[in-house]
């Protein structure tokens, strides 16, 4: 069965830090891959995804992640952090073709620090 | 991207009765689809709805519980169906485009006392 795991459900970083949030999944082709970000009271907003091609994408508010292929894993890099990215992240996963029905993990709450 | 609504943003309803959400997308969708975030949880798939044909539920999501209406492609409602506490959520829906990214609404967060 398909799953996406975020190993980390807090993490805590000080404001200009740099920030990696991990993400593995589990399926037996290349899904699509997605982050999404939830600030409080606010719905998701997409960061990024990954289809295929390069696997280094660059999304919006100076995110990137990479995708391996070896690893499964999709982990999401920001080289410094700003207060205002504190938020709930969430990594998601699609099957490839098709309908894009989305798997989601089960987040990493990102605190950042002054 | 596309702009989605959603209606009621929130309410507080008593058990035994139901509730009906309204999606309203500002672009034709051929895709939409119902996701429930349980409090302090991860989003998981209701069901899917496509214009023209019923909905397709996921495990452990039944339509006499969350009937789907899906009139037109800019429209979608889902009503939760003789609530109980533990259906307290946020409800969302979401659309997929041309490019396969999937937008969300801003959520409907329902209290059920």
């Known amino acids: 069965a398909q799953s996406v795991t975020q190993p980390d459900i807090h993490i805590t970083v000080s404001e200009g830090a740099s920030l990696e949030l991990r993400c593995n999944y589990s399926?037996?082709?290349?899904?699509?891959l997605f982050w999404y970000v939830q600030s409080p009271g606010q719905g998701l907003q997409l960061l990024l995804k990954?289809?295929?091609?390069?696997?280094l994408v660059q999304g919006i508010k100076g995110f990137e992640a990479e995708f391996k292929r070896s690893q499964s894993s999709f982990n999401l890099r920001k080289p410094s952090v700003h207060w205002s990215d504190a938020a709930e992240y969430f990594c998601?996963?699609?099957?490839?073709?098709?309908?894009?029905?989305?798997?989601f993990g089960a987040g990493t709450r990102l605190a950042v620090h002054p | 991207s596309a702009v989605i609504s959603q209606k009621p943003s929130r309410d507080i309803c008593q058990r035994g009765t139901s509730l009906t959400i309204q999606c309203q997308v500002d672009?034709?969708?051929?895709?939409m689809f119902w996701y429930r975030q349980q409090p302090g949880q991860s989003l998981t798939l209701i069901a899917t709805?496509?214009?023209?044909?019923?909905?397709?539920?996921e495990s452990g999501f039944v339509i006499d519980k969350f009937p789907i209406s899906r009139p037109n492609l800019t429209f979608s409602t889902l009503t939760v169906s003789n609530m109980s506490p533990e259906d307290s959520s946020i409800y969302l829906c979401?659309?997929?485009?041309?490019?396969?990214?999937?937008?969300f609404g801003p959520g409907t967060r329902l209290t059920v006392t």
């Open positions: 998601a996963v699609a099957p490839s073709g098709g309908y894009n029905k989305l798997i």
């Open positions: 672009s034709q969708v051929t895709m």
């Open positions: 990954y289809f295929s091609g390069d696997t």
């Open positions: 399926y037996g082709a290349t899904p699509y």
């Open positions: 709805a496509n214009q023209g044909s019923e909905a397709t539920y």
């Open positions: 979401s659309v997929e485009d041309k490019k396969n990214e999937q937008y």
